[in-house]
């Protein structure tokens, strides 16, 4: 069965410079979850999307936006990085039909270094 | 907002134990999941439990939502079992979950 995939698995950038994470959702999903993850944490919801419309919208800095574009793939954008961005970024996907059943389903995660 | 708390925070079991790991929440939710966080990262749906039980073959998970705690049971643990367990809930109709801070589980073999 498909999975949500995200690409790339991992990132490693400077400070103040600008990362880009994609999140291609399950087909038929209609909803995108962004979540952040940093060291020994749990994860921290950043922002949502139904129908390519922003749903939610959690402790997202200002130096980050995200999108979700007409082929339902969504994008994290993050600029001016800073050491503490560092962390695991996941994706989730779901869909209002099925949530009872399945719940949502997470991407295998892109692990983003700041040095 | 949603508080969640999961105890206990650490477990360490031997290959073929049982254990019951637990999850509290604040207020009342429509959306309750359990999940496992592998040791490469990899975080994987266990149960969507808002109510009620469910079992999925060693697995089970009873969520009580009048009195707010969620239970996840795993029998006759193997090592594969090891990783850390989040407790996630959320209320409202945007999906939104609040994680636990989790269970770390270590099965010894």
């Known amino acids: 069965a498909a999975g949500v995939i995200q690409s790339p698995r991992h990132l490693i950038k400077e400070k103040r410079e600008t990362a880009t994470l994609k999140c291609y959702p399950i087909?038929?999903?209609?909803?995108v979850y962004w979540y952040q993850q940093g060291p020994g944490q749990d994860p921290q919801f950043l922002i949502s999307f139904y129908e390519k419309m922003q749903s939610d919208k959690g402790s997202i800095p200002d130096r980050f936006s995200a999108q979700q574009f007409s082929d339902y793939h969504s994008e994290l954008n993050m600029s001016s990085l800073e050491l503490g961005d560092s962390a695991l970024y996941f994706c989730a996907s779901s869909s209002t039909k099925d949530r009872g059943l399945r719940g949502y389903t997470f991407g295998s995660g892109t692990r983003l270094t700041v040095v | 907002g949603i508080q969640v708390e999961q105890s206990p925070p650490d477990l360490i079991l031997q290959e073929g134990a049982n254990s019951t790991l637990r999850c509290n929440f604040s207020?009342?939710?429509?959306?309750l999941q359990w999940f496992h966080q592998n040791p490469w990262g990899q975080l994987i749906n266990l149960f969507y439990?808002?109510?009620g039980t469910k079992q999925n073959g060693r697995l089970s998970a009873t969520t009580v939502a009048t009195e707010r705690y969620s239970l996840l049971y795993i029998s006759s643990s193997q090592t594969t079992d090891s990783g850390v367990y989040f407790c996630?809930?959320?209320?409202?109709?945007?999906?939104?979950?609040?994680f636990g801070q989790g269970t770390t589980l270590q099965v010894k073999p």
């Open positions: 439990i808002p109510s």
């Open positions: 996630a809930a959320g209320s409202g109709n945007t999906g939104k979950l609040i």
């Open positions: 087909p038929r999903h209609d909803t």
């Open positions: 207020d009342s939710v429509n959306n």
